[in-house]
């Protein structure tokens, strides 16, 4: 399955105004790709954008530029008449499990809502499908008629799963599914997220800033500073050993619960400027440690440094060569399990 | 080393319409002075109430029905409101999960934190603002004698904590109580928090109470672990001993929940994602737990040795350890 491209981003800007003939430029030239059944997160800090590229590729709000080829088509320009015949194959699970459910609605009709209005099937297999789908969420028909209240966070948030799959998308957007749940509760939803992801050969997006999140359930990551994308790689090379100084910052942010594990930190200065007046060159420059003035006068490009492995720095290639120890977040497994 | 906080059995209820509601059932735990202890628990369990209690701070309908809070000798639960005054802030400390919240939007952060100097301190006012420059210095705000006349609004998340501690560090406090402090702010940015907050306990001579839900923080930045199931310490140990192997199975469960990669996270599916129920009898935690014995049901466990400075409150605690159950 893999091999083929779901979805392919190219250029994508988004610029939302900001009074005074100034903008946020919270997404400034995005370029990445979906295979089929891969799941891809994308991954940075509050204001990098990335809730912004999701909403984008629904069409939930409007790019100001760019193309996203979906299923060899062109969704970002599309009509609405047009864009809606391709809803049912890309959905959206939210970050809040309850305020993204109807309160007043039966479960039933939540998770037949989308198959309602994207597929053309007779009440009684609408039905069908709802129950299959809410046994795929290890739920049952015993919750059709009951109201989201009546739920646990972990339980609402696996009938938006249900209503997310119902109407047997290929790509499904994940917006921070988990920061909302406890620690238990999380395990369970990326594990169920994961195991749907291999059964129905699903295709993600997954939006976050849960890092070991991610690594639980993605095979390639993609990370996002200030509108932009600084680095993509597989899982776990990026873990082992993050090239962008930005991704080697936040990966090695990351607390794994070891208390032996070294902790070596990859320090910026500061914190992350504003969106709205960008400087031309590199949007790490002034945090930097590695910053030459060249980093000041032109952003980078996303170039392959190595197998795999794209950044967007002008210095990825001689500091890390010269730091070949260097690893973010090199740990070892934990003792006990 | 001598004991500086010893909390013992304390019940805490709500009184809800549909009658009271248990939140904290027996919960105790003792700290050391210079130690940093990490209260582990899940929403609910009562992590919150429990540093809420520390300080008298619960009003109804809550209500504390028994238990003591000893500090420093004297026991907080029998003080008079006017009493606790003099020890809130100054000897023992509170941090806010939401620091946004925790600050007046109408004042100027460098007034707010005068406040708290002048409230337990004879200080002329200039002296005070003075005073509050430093501070903001001290927990890294840059161009402090700017910052002082900023309001919250007009500062990120990250710094408003950064003026949330320098609150609390006001009056070097003995103790302070952290909740939840990078709860809301991004991976970073919480590392920075942590990194000062630790540095400051032990430039001050405090000693830290850390309320987090994130094993991972609690593994690097604290020296004993407490956790805290359905309103009672399940575990207390020494952070290492603690990650090395827990003793109580919902500790194990916690564990596991947060192992990070793919391959590590087999098995996680234990269903505890409902509402926690209090049994009339037997242990809180027997109807989830994968090891539970007919015994569990029946027989409240109490927080028992089960090596050196290793407590836990389960029948099992000593195969769990062992690693003999598949807990």
Same mark, same amino acid.
């Given at each position: 399955m893999m091999g083929e491209r779901l979805l392919d981003v190219r250029d994508l800007v988004k610029h939302f105004p900001a009074g005074h003939?100034?903008?946020?430029?919270?997404?400034?030239g995005v370029s990445f790709h979906i295979e089929k059944g891969e799941a891809l997160a994308l991954v940075g800090e509050s204001g990098s954008g990335k809730t912004t590229v999701g909403r984008c590729i629904l069409r939930l709000i409007e790019p100001t530029a760019g193309t996203i080829i979906f299923r060899g088509q062109d969704?970002?320009?599309?009509e609405q008449d047009r864009l809606r015949a391709l809803r049912p194959h890309m959905q959206m699970l939210f970050q809040e499990p309850y305020d993204s459910?109807?309160?007043?609605?039966p479960i039933g009709r939540i998770v037949e809502e989308p198959i309602r209005l994207g597929k053309d099937m007779s009440p009684r297999k609408r039905l069908e499908r709802v129950v299959e789908v809410l046994d795929m969420v290890?739920?049952?028909?015993?919750?059709?008629?009951?109201?989201?209240?009546?739920?646990?966070a972990g339980e609402q948030q696996r009938i938006g799963i249900a209503r997310a799959i119902a109407t047997e998308p290929e790509l499904v957007v994940l917006d921070?599914?988990?920061?909302?749940?406890?620690v238990s509760v999380r395990a369970e939803i990326l594990d169920l997220l994961t195991d749907l992801q291999e059964q129905l050969g699903l295709s993600y997006l997954f939006i976050s800033h849960d890092l070991t999140a991610v690594r639980r359930v993605c095979h390639r990551v993609a990370i996002m500073y200030l509108g932009k994308i600084v680095e993509t790689g597989s899982t776990a090379e990026m873990f082992e050993q993050p090239l962008h100084p930005y991704s080697r910052a936040l990966l090695s942010s990351v607390l794994y619960?070891?208390?032996?594990?070294?902790?070596s930190r990859f320090v910026l200065a500061g914190e992350i400027p504003s969106p709205?007046?960008?400087?031309?060159?590199?949007?790490?420059y002034g945090r930097c440690?590695?910053?030459?003035?060249a980093c000041n006068a032109a952003y980078p490009d996303l170039e392959?440094?190595?197998?795999g492995r794209r950044v967007a720095c002008f210095r990825a290639r001689e500091e890390n060569a010269a730091d070949?120890?260097?690893?973010?977040?090199g740990r070892r497994p934990p003792g006990s399990f | 080393m001598a004991l500086l906080l010893e909390v013992k059995d304390v019940h805490v209820s709500f009184l809800a319409d549909a009658g009271p509601v248990r939140v904290l059932n027996g919960a105790g735990l003792s700290l050391r002075a210079g130690e940093s202890l990490g209260v582990v628990g899940e929403s609910g369990s009562g992590k919150t109430v429990l540093v809420r209690t520390i300080l008298g701070l619960l009003q109804p309908p809550?209500?504390?029905l028994e238990g003591s809070v000893i500090f420093n000798g004297e026991d907080l639960l029998k003080k008079k409101e006017e009493e606790l005054r003099h020890i809130r802030g100054k000897e023992i400390a509170l941090t806010s999960p939401e620091p946004r919240k925790h600050l007046?939007? @109408? @004042?100027r952060v460098g007034d707010q934190i005068a406040n708290v100097l002048q409230a337990h301190r004879d200080m002329p006012r200039k002296g005070a603002t003075q005073r509050a420059v430093e501070l903001l210095k001290s927990v890294g705000i840059p161009d402090p004698h700017l910052r002082?006349?900023?309001?919250?609004?007009? @500062?990120s998340g990250g710094m408003c904590q950064r003026v949330i501690i320098a609150m609390a560090l006001a009056h070097s406090p003995k103790l302070i109580l952290a909740?939840?402090?990078?709860?809301?702010?991004?991976v970073t940015i919480s590392r920075q928090i942590l990194d000062l907050m630790r540095d400051l306990v032990r430039e001050f001579n405090s000693s830290l109470i850390l309320v987090s839900r994130d094993l991972g923080v609690v593994a690097h930045y604290c020296q004993r672990v407490a956790v805290i199931y359905a309103g009672q310490v399940v575990e207390s140990a020494d952070v290492a001993d603690f990650y090395a192997g827990a003793a109580h199975p919902y500790s194990r469960h916690l564990l596991r929940a947060a192992a990070a990669s793919r391959d590590e996270r087999?098995?996680?599916?234990?269903?505890?994602?409902q509402r926690v129920v209090f049994p009339?009898?037997?242990?809180?935690f027997a109807s989830r737990?994968?090891?539970? @014995?007919?015994l569990c049901k029946e027989e409240a466990p109490a927080l028992?040795?089960?090596?050196?400075d290793h407590l836990a409150r389960c029948l099992r605690r000593a195969e769990v350890l062992r690693g003999e159950t598949r807990a």
């Open positions: 003939r100034r903008f946020v430029k919270a997404v400034s969704v970002s320009t599309m459910l109807n309160p007043r609605m290890r739920l049952g028909s015993w919750a059709l008629d009951k109201y989201p209240h009546q739920f646990s921070e599914p988990t920061s909302a749940l406890d619960p070891d208390p032996h594990e070294q902790l709205i007046d960008l400087p031309p060159g590199c949007h790490l440690p590695w910053a030459v003035d392959e440094i190595l197998p070949t120890t260097a690893s973010g977040s | 809550w209500q504390v007046n939007p @109408l @004042l002082v006349g900023y309001y919250p609004h007009e @500062l909740d939840e402090p990078t709860a809301g702010l991004d087999r098995g996680v599916a234990t269903r505890l994602g009339d009898k037997g242990c809180a737990c994968p090891v539970a @014995l007919p028992e040795p089960v090596a050196d």
